[in-house]
Nanobody, 127 residues
């Protein structure tokens, strides 16, 4: 079992930036496909981005439109989600997910393919 832990959530104002972090103490994030999802109140959980193990290729949902960036720091064994120009609509619980096996690029958005999930981090954007 791989436990994930998100950190960096909080309350920000519209237009601000925020960076979320995800770690997996029992297994290196460099050996897993990592992803970010979010779920607003009363909404379905949406895929944001994924980053592959090994050479870190990144994939994004179309709606991200360059506002969010995922990256990995191998030395710190941490995956990040940098969020810019935040809007009230970005208010949600943000989840980190991981899958040790490879995932085809066209399937990165499928949450059922990620075996491990963090408890989530609340991000609230005030207007």
């Amino acid at each position: 079992q791989v436990q994930l832990a998100e950190s960096g959530g909080g309350l920000v104002q519209a237009g601000d930036s925020l960076r979320l972090s995800c770690t997996a103490p029992a297994r290196s994030v460099t050996t897993m496909t990592m992803a970010w999802f979010r779920q607003g109140a009363g909404k379905e959980r949406d895929w944001i981005a994924s980053i592959t193990y090994g050479t870190p290729n990144t994939y994004y949902a179309d709606w991200v439109k360059g506002r969010f960036t995922t990256s990995r720091d191998s030395a710190k064994d941490t995956v990040y989600l940098e969020m810019n120009s935040l809007k009230p609509d970005d208010t949600a619980v943000y989840y980190c997910a991981a899958e040790p096996s490879g995932i085809l690029a066209e399937n990165m958005k499928l949450e059922r393919l990620y075996r491990y999930w963090g408890p989530g981090a609340q991000v609230t954007v005030s207007s």
